[in-house]
């Protein structure tokens, strides 16, 4: 009989130890499941200053209403891809996305956008080197009326639309 019940008990053991290895098997699969899908997501919010783009391919944020205004009057509107929240005209402009301002940008949002270029005025200008950490961020002066007239030149030069800068600043 105690030879029998033995049989038993051991047969019961193992069928348990099999229970718990496949139980651990799973429960191990699962975290590193979980583990590979939370460090995916964390890399696709981790701002990536490098992302391939096409040769050519401008992709402006800007964080001033007078920098849209101004990249839009020199007819470059086409490459701004996100607005500050303060950007009320052109109405041209009112479908982008907005990305926050100047003193307190919208980290995120820039980033999905995927700029080539971030736009700000120097005298309102948050951080900055947050702003480099995603695409080369430009902080243009805007108190004076030569500080405008120079930086509507700069903008002229980016969009590769020096002769409309020029007609715009005089």
Not at 15 to 24: K, V
Not at 57 to 83: D, K
Not at 134 to 156: C, F, K, N, Q, Y
Request: net charge negative.
């Amino acid at each position: 009989r105690q030879s029998s019940d033995l049989r038993v008990v051991s047969a019961s053991d193992g069928i348990r130890e099999d229970a718990l290895d496949r139980r651990s098997l799973a429960m191990v699969l699962g975290l590193g499941l979980i583990t590979t899908l939370i460090a995916g997501a964390v890399h696709s919010w981790a701002p990536s200053p490098r992302r391939s783009q096409t040769a050519g391919e401008a992709r402006l944020v800007s964080l001033s209403p007078a920098i849209t205004e101004t990249l839009f009057a020199l007819g470059a509107g086409e490459l701004v891809v996100g607005r500050s929240n303060f950007c009320k005209l052109p109405t041209e402009a009112a479908h982008l996305p907005t990305v926050g301002t100047g003193l307190t940008p919208a980290y995120e949002p820039i980033v999905r956008l995927n700029p080539t270029r971030v736009l700000t005025e120097a005298n309102v200008a948050g951080d900055a080197e947050s702003l480099r950490e995603i695409a080369p961020t430009l902080a243009l002066p805007w108190l004076t009326l030569e500080d405008m007239v120079s930086s509507v030149r700069r903008l002229g030069a980016i969009t590769n639309r020096d002769d409309e800068a020029e007609r715009l600043a005089n």
